[in-house]
């Protein structure tokens, strides 16, 4: 059963620090890895997809790393704003369903 | 842009009731899903379902729940004796293929409360 991991659960930064959220993954035959955004009450946003072939994706100020084969992803967020204050999650696909983390919760201080 | 839509946003019922969620997914995707979150848990698997049948459950998805795509635009999922312990956030997504490399987007959720 595919485990998904993300560390730390809570992360809080002044504005402009560059963050750093870590996933990692149990079962390393995935198809791809999903970054989704969840404000409060809120439905997933979806960020990011890394394809299982890929290493990397870039959106924006956000830059997402995959290493399939340490079962381990980084999503990077430059240049933090108060406004990136959420709860980011990272899922893994096997076998078409997505497997969740428990997400780690940024705050950025104004 | 196209996005998936659920209604209700909230829903009360009593114990021991039905309750049918709808999900309007993005027009011309093929694969459906629903996903759950109890407050304060991970995201769960439901179901997923393709050419108009389930492709895949998670064993949360007990008897107690079916799904089904009535028409050419709703997906619904249907909870017959709702718990208690059904409470939660009932996320409704789609995918553009017939495949799982592609993106899933999800709807703003309908959260379910059972008294």
């Known amino acids: 059963k595919q485990e998904v991991t993300q560390i730390p659960a809570a992360l809080s930064v002044p504005e402009g620090e560059n963050l750093v959220l870590n996933c990692s993954f149990t079962?390393?035959?995935?198809?791809?890895l999903q970054w989704f955004r969840q404000d409060p009450g809120k439905g997933l946003t979806s960020l990011l997809l890394?394809?299982?072939?890929?290493r990397e994706q870039t959106s924006g100020r956000l830059n997402a790393s995959l290493d399939k084969s340490s079962g381990r992803s980084t999503l990077y967020i430059a240049a933090s704003q108060p406004g990136d204050s959420a709860t980011y999650l990272c899922?893994?696909?096997?076998?078409?369903?997505?497997?969740f983390g428990a997400g780690t919760t940024v705050t950025v201080r104004a | 842009e196209p996005e998936v839509t659920q209604t209700p946003s909230h829903q009360v019922t009593q114990m021991g009731q039905e309750v049918i969620l709808r999900c309007v997914p993005i027009?011309?995707?093929?694969?459906f899903y629903w996903y759950r979150q109890i407050l304060g848990q991970k995201v769960e698997f439901l179901v997923s379902?393709?050419?108009?049948?389930?492709?895949?459950k998670s064993e949360i998805f007990d008897d107690q729940f079916s799904v089904e795509r009535p028409d050419g635009s709703n997906f619904t999922l249907k909870i017959r004796s709702t718990k208690l312990e059904d409470s939660a956030m009932y996320f409704c997504?789609?995918?553009?293929?017939?495949?799982?490399?592609?993106?899933?987007?999800f709807g703003p959720g309908t959260r379910l409360t059972v008294t």
């Open positions: 997504a789609s995918s553009a293929l017939a495949g799982p490399s592609y993106e899933q987007y």
């Open positions: 079962d390393s035959a995935i198809y791809n």
């Open positions: 890394i394809q299982s072939s890929q």
């Open positions: 899922a893994v696909i096997n076998d078409y369903k997505l497997s």
């Open positions: 027009s011309n995707h093929l694969y």
């Open positions: 379902f393709y050419n108009n049948e389930i492709s895949e």
